[in-house]
């Protein structure tokens, strides 16, 4: 139990030192300082991938070699290059070792551990460097990046408030019980610029002040973790790597605006993400940072987790308020706003995860050092969860400004298989696709919203050549359509009458007043429906009919699919020239539309071909053609 | 024949344990959702009698906790299969071929998207990004998640299955 | 109240500061098209008809429920409010069954077909699935999905006005649909057959189940003797279907025009409703006298009797076991009618006109009957019976007056008011007054348990007792006032109706759409019009009229005899929820 500030100080002071071999990288391993630790991350995609059967082994490891004193090993949060988990790091020479599987660990002991000799064929990207460490932060995927929200994940073990409070944490809580007036903290946070990362970028602490203006004696604190944009992943990812950094801000944000109840909604789809949550939270309430008379400053605060159950619109305000009231997870109409009437009809504050995992840090280096990140109307960095075809998939926090271009060639390390960058698509189901013309726009919210985007929650898909999309837009729509409520009709019907012209398109069977109907159905759609979500659904295909046009029209016009991807226009034809006539594709074709021998040319039969594309998969000699 | 007594010994048991979840939220300000998942963690899946009582216990109309089970895609009024099969369908698994990895698996179990098969070993699902997108095209059975999938993949993963 | 300065379409007005645009629109005399509103019952905002544009907000703005704020400017028509309107109207359009020609709101107005009208939608262009559900029909109520358009305004009536709560929003987005819990019928759920999920209905989604064809088979029949009576509340809102002012008493042009529709006889059902009041009122005073069960319920209203069986199984004790009105005269009609008039009871076709849905169940509940044979064959609503007249081309306005028949001829007030909240406990208190004092009191209009509120308590000082009287319509009000009597408030006397404001605004009445329900109170423009019959009437308690004297005297003995037991009053039991 923590009962002021000095005693936070001291615990701090006294647990920084047990991780000081992974906080500074200048520590070598020395006879005198036998201590090591191992950090395997435990969250998404590293845990899907088995980390945790790796943390195992080594645990096992540190049994069998009785290393139990000098080795410790520390299931910790994200480091961002997920498509390489399991992650493995050994402090403290900070040697990353990647997709690390149970039965490399032995090896890693044996070499690295007892040996000190660094296993290279585990080490991240192809170049063997015997000073790994000294290259790390260099690579451009670490080097371009800046860690605000994430900064202790991929470090801390997020189940040990220790570790969090040895990295300054709660000192941002200390400092604003003791020295600042609520409506300082709101100042402060309006100050630093900081504008809400899920979704429509309002900012921060006009959101604050406006529910600590109306006076009523129960108020709500509420952290939206229902992280619907498929491909975002940021959330998870911070809730399961420092989820101490939440529990602080939502603290603070409670001493002010005079709330005392705070709510996480999680989506149920987190599992991992509810438990570090809630060891989190019962270690708060343990060290007296939840509960009553808060560092003895006489202030009350307590929270509970939530959990969503799969509904995507329970992403909006207000949905998610009447979800934690146990309904139907639907959007109501505006005003009045959750501000002044939000869950149970009290003044509510609403924030992303993200945008809480910025605050303490805002409050502990004051608002000049975050306002001096970041563009002129964006402040700060934004994570993106880097997905689609695209090298480096995994989680990014770069400064607000940076390009496209610098995430996805230089962080993300460009597109595989040395196919043609085609878009991107950020913001989610709410959001829109930017083309190639684009990629050298500074990333931030007004630029994303003027190219017909959005920021959403951070998801950033990348599509190459091969992707349709008109194919895109329409799986968006599916989304869509799938995740609507159905309160309103312009959401309920409209998006559906979307889906099916779309769905005829990509059969070939669209008609050219089927683009006229879209854009009058989009247009009335954003302009009537009840809520953000249903206004921002017909986002996709707005944006791909306004930079992909001309696929379109070939779909429409000409019945084709430029991208080769909807499957009614597709004809697999084989180029006679190069085909050997090895029989391979006849043998595979599961529908015996390959006919010929080797006197006869080898045909494709378009009555029986149902377009798999295995032929064409299995031609040794590239003899196969699609839309030829 | 099937042995009455067990099954009624089980379903007593799944009672009480029910009975153990109402009483934990009775006080709690809008658990209906906190019971349902509980409950369905109990009994698998929501049917008539298990909402009744909750309805009635939480003092929410059966028809109202109904609508609330059918909006979440969570909440399923049907048995699920022994092993639950969810094909991820985000973004970044669509784009590498989930669609192909679902149909595979349709065509393979003979069953369409949320049923179950008659033995009821397999229940096919397509869900939400998962946030495992490092992994994409992602697929998870129960507990197990198998990521950077292949269509032909599918094969050697049922028969595994089918093998227990 | 504060008042603000808003614009709407350019024209400076003060309005309060809790008008909604709605509201503040119809002061400067702009009717907003709306579709899902309907005042007090469902303010949600979903149906995006009443949208308009508000300077300054991102995206148009449902009128309906956003509130007015200083300086705010509206802008009714534009092209962007225009066109919105008029596609998300095609869109519900699109997946709504359009065969109006054999839709029962083809005679009545739809709104849908109004609103259709309004915004001149000729053609709908964003055509695509449809969605096919299959039809609920029951023994009072049916529901046609197809042609719900999810207003929600049913969902309103039932979980909110009377929290039954059967029907709500299942599924979600394309596929969502009102529904009971599991999609099972109404009829297998503890719904009342209240009928006010059909008031509010904007469309041919909810309808009464029709037994109009019953009523035609018998009247063609000539073996049958075709007896029609018709409750209190029918006669001050059969004239709205023919365009008559709300609550406008076309009594004598009723009766004529049953007569034109071949019904051998026409009855008042205010006499079993004067003899409703001689038994219940006996059992109220046994009941005080003899330290029976208190308070008495009043059981006159069959959408409570089945909420008070499927809720409050504990306290049926405390309903009287009265059968209701139109029960009890159908089961004169069988026995002291039929042999003093010499017809075989089997020849005899009872036909209630009621303005209520839930009539339709309670006739065919088992236990209402005489020797095996049905107290009532057949119910029809207000409506059926509008459309009855409107079918063979009666000019119901035109028609001349004509009384009632003999041998019941007309009724007293009582039974007139026993049509809306307030009135069963008025006439009971008339005649108990009367027989506790033992004299015939001048003052008996019992202001106090009159008007809208939605649950009324008095004292009244009859003789030596204070009773205590209590009055709620509506079954939310009913629930609270069955916890409260639950928690140990005591009364002696409760009348508790289904309906908001009693029988006259009951599920069976001609229908007014949500363009008048907004704007006027419909309950109070029909209750005044029965307030004014019962003043006009000669007789205006129970006790005195005639044909009941004569009934006791000739047939049954005294109220609350063995005569009486036998064919009016009947007993209730339990009944299980959701366990079919």
Request: net charge negative.
């Amino acid at each position: 139990m923590i009962n002021n500030a000095k005693e936070l100080t001291e615990l701090k002071d006294f647990a920084r030192k047990a991780m000081e071999i992974r906080l500074d990288r200048d520590i070598e391993p020395s006879p005198e300082n036998h201590r090591i630790d191992i950090l395997v991350c435990g969250v998404a995609g590293c845990a899907s991938s088995g980390s945790l059967k790796v943390a195992d082994a080594v645990e096992e490891q540190i049994q069998q070699n009785k290393l139990g004193e000098e080795v410790k090993v520390i299931k910790t949060g994200c480091f961002g290059l997920c498509a390489e988990g399991p992650i493995v790091m050994v402090c403290p020479e900070h040697v990353m070792y990647t997709k690390v599987t149970p039965e490399d660990v032995k090896e890693i002991f044996e070499s690295h551990i007892k040996g000190g000799k660094i296993v290279h064929r585990l080490l991240a990207g192809e170049n063997e460097y015997e000073e790994i460490r000294d290259r790390l932060p260099q690579i451009p995927f670490f080097s371009m990046q800046k860690r605000i929200a994430l900064n202790n994940c991929g470090i801390i073990d997020p189940e040990n408030i220790e570790e969090y409070i040895a990295l300054d944490g709660y000192q941002a809580l200390a400092k604003v019980l003791n020295d600042f007036e609520p409506e300082d903290v709101i100042d402060e946070i309006k100050k630093s610029g900081l504008r809400g990362r899920g979704g429509g970028g309002f900012p921060t602490g006009r959101k604050w002040q406006s529910s600590a203006v109306v006076e009523e004696h129960e108020k709500f604190v509420i952290c939206n973790a229902d992280e619907g944009d498929p491909g975002a992943f940021m959330d998870r990812s911070i809730l399961e790597g420092d989820p101490h950094s939440v529990i602080e801000a939502m603290i603070i944000n409670g001493y002010a605006v005079h709330a005392h109840q705070g709510y996480i909604y999680v989506r149920a789809e987190y599992p991992v993400a509810v438990q570090r949550l809630s060891v989190a939270i019962k270690q708060a309430k343990e060290y007296g940072f939840l509960g009553t008379n808060i560092l003895g400053k006489g202030f009350d605060f307590d929270l509970e987790v939530r959990l969503g159950a799969g509904a995507f619109v329970c992403g909006e305000g207000s949905a998610l308020m009447t979800s934690i009231e146990g309904k139907r997870g639907e959007p109501r109409p505006k005003p009045p706003r959750s501000a002044e009437k939000g869950l149970w009809k009290k003044p509510t504050v609403l924030n992303n995860v993200e945008t809480y995992a910025n605050i303490p840090q805002i409050i502990r280096n004051g608002a000049n050092w975050f306002k001096g990140i970041g563009t002129e109307g964006s402040k700060g960095t934004k994570v993106f969860a880097l997905g689609g075809k695209i090298n480096n998939i995994g989680l990014v926090e770069v400064p607000m400004g940076t390009t496209l271009r610098e995430i996805i060639y230089d962080i993300g390390g460009g597109i595989p298989n040395g196919k043609e960058f085609k878009a991107a698509q950020t913001g989610g189901p709410s959001g829109g696709c930017i083309p190639a013309e684009h990629l050298d726009t500074p990333i931030d919210y007004d630029s994303l919203t003027k190219l017909g985007s959005m920021m959403g929650s951070g998801g950033l898909i990348v599509m190459d050549e091969d992707t349709c999309m008109v194919d895109l837009a329409r799986f968006f729509l599916d989304f869509t359509v799938d995740e609507s409520c159905g309160k309103c009709p312009p959401c309920r019907i409209g998006t559906k009458r979307m889906h099916e012209i779309l769905v005829r398109i990509t059969e070939g069977k669209g008609e050219p007043e089927d683009l006229d109907k879209l854009e009058v159905l989009a247009r009335n759609i954003k302009e009537s429906a009840l809520c953000g979500l249903g206004q921002s659904a017909p986002n996709p295909v707005l944006s791909t009919m306004k930079y992909f046009r001309d696929e379109y029209m070939a779909h429409v016009l000409e019945k084709k699919c430029p991208a080769g991807v909807c499957k009614s226009m597709v004809k697999f034809m084989i180029d006679q020239d190069v085909c050997k006539r090895c029989s391979i594709c006849k043998k595979n074709c599961p529908t015996g539309a390959i006919s010929g021998d080797k006197d006869t040319p080898f045909v494709i039969d378009q009555e029986k071909c149902v377009k798999c594309g295995v032929c064409m998969e299995k031609c040794p000699f590239k003899s196969i053609l699609k839309n030829a | 024949m099937t042995d009455k007594c067990t099954g009624c010994a089980e379903s007593q048991e799944k009672a009480k344990e029910l009975q153990a979840v109402i009483d934990k939220y009775k006080e709690t300000r809008g658990a209906l959702i906190q019971v349902l998942h509980e409950a369905q963690e109990i009994y698998g899946y929501l049917p008539l009698e298990v909402q009744r009582e909750i309805a009635n216990q939480l003092d929410i109309p059966l028809a109202e906790v109904y609508g609330v089970v059918s909006f979440y895609t969570q909440f399923s009024i049907y048995p699920k299969g022994e092993y639950q099969i969810n094909v991820c369908m985000g973004t970044a698994c669509y784009v590498k071929g989930a669609n192909e990895i679902l149909d595979k698996f349709r065509t393979r179990l003979s069953i369409d998207v949320g049923e179950c098969t008659e033995d009821g070993k397999f229940s096919l699902d397509a869900c939400r990004c998962i946030g495992a997108c490092g992994l994409a095209p992602v697929v998870t059975i129960n507990d197990e998640t198998y990521g950077k999938l292949t269509v032909e993949d599918v094969d050697g993963i049922l028969d595994d299955y089918e093998a227990r | 109240m504060n008042k603000v300065h808003i614009t709407i379409d350019g024209i400076k007005l003060y309005v309060p500061e809790n008008y909604t645009i709605l509201e503040a629109a119809k002061e400067v005399n702009i009717t907003i098209p709306t579709l899902c509103f309907l005042k007090d019952v469902n303010e949600i905002g979903c149906c995006r008809m009443c949208i308009v544009e508000v300077k300054g907000a991102k995206a148009l703005q449902a009128a309906c429920v956003h509130p007015v704020k200083e300086g705010m400017e509206v802008f009714t028509h534009t092209p962007k409010v225009m066109e919105a309107r008029k596609v998300n109207l095609e869109l519900i359009l699109s997946n709504h069954n359009s065969m109006c020609q054999t839709c029962t709101r083809s005679w009545m107005d739809c709104e849908l077909q109004s609103l259709a009208n309004k915004l001149s939608v000729d053609n709908v262009r964003f055509e695509g699935e449809q969605k096919k559900l299959p039809l609920d029909i029951g023994v009072s109520i049916v529901r046609d999905p197809n042609k719900c358009i999810l207003c929600r305004r049913c969902v309103s009536a039932c979980k909110n006005i009377q929290t039954v709560s059967v029907i709500d929003i299942v599924d979600r987005g394309f596929n969502t649909k009102i529904a009971a819990p599991f999609e099972v019928s109404l009829a297998d759920t503890p719904c009342v057959n209240c009928g006010q999920c059909i008031n509010y209905c904007p469309v041919g989604a909810l309808h009464e189940k029709s037994d109009i064809d019953k009523v035609w088979e018998a009247i063609y029949d000539p073996k049958k003797h075709v007896v029609a009576q018709t409750a209190p509340a029918v006669r001050v809102a059969l004239g709205e279907d023919f365009e008559m002012p709300i609550g406008t008493p076309v009594t004598g042009k009723m009766v004529t025009a049953l007569r034109m529709l071949g019904f051998d006889r026409v009855f008042d059902t205010d006499t079993g409703a004067d003899l409703t009041i001689m038994e219940e009122g006996a059992e109220l005073i046994d009941r005080i006298r003899g330290g029976g069960t208190l308070p008495l319920i009043t059981s006159c209203s069959p959408g409570w009797i089945k909420f008070c069986e499927h809720n409050y199984p504990d306290m049926l004790d405390h309903l009287s076991s009265c059968k209701s009105p139109h029960q009890m005269f159908g089961a004169v009609l069988k026995s002291y009618y039929a042999e003093k008039e010499g017809i075989d009871p089997k020849d005899i076709v009872t036909v209630s006109i009621m303005p209520c849905t839930a009539k339709k169940f309670e006739a065919a509940r088992p236990e209402m009957n005489v020797n095996g044979l049905s107290d009532v064959d057949v119910v029809l609503t207000t409506r059926e019976l509008g459309k009855m007249i409107y079918d063979v081309g009666i000019d119901f306005p035109d028609l001349g007056d004509s009384d009632f028949d003999n041998p019941f001829g007309n009724a007293s007030g009582a039974g007139v008011i026993f049509g809306t909240t307030g009135g069963v406990m008025e006439a009971a208190l008339r005649t108990v007054a009367d027989i506790l004092n033992d004299s015939s009191a001048d003052n008996f209009e019992y202001e106090e348990v009159r008007g809208l509120e939605g649950i009324k308590i008095a004292t009244i000082e009859i003789a030596d007792l204070k009773v205590r009287a209590a009055v709620a319509h509506g079954l939310g009000n009913a629930r609270k006032l069955m916890d409260a009597i639950k928690a140990g408030e005591e009364f002696h006397f409760v009348e508790i109706m289904a309906c908001p404001g009693g029988c006259i605004n009951g599920g069976g009445q001609p229908l007014q759409l949500s363009d008048v329900r907004n704007w006027i109170d419909v309950r109070e423009e029909r209750a005044k019009g029965l307030y004014k019959e019962d003043r006009a009437t000669y007789i205006r308690k129970s006790h005195n009229n005639p044909a009941v004297k004569r009934l006791y005297k000739e047939y049954l003995g005294m109220a609350g005899g063995k005569k009486s037991h036998e064919l009016l009053h009947t007993h209730y039991h339990a009944r299980p929820n959701y366990e079919k």
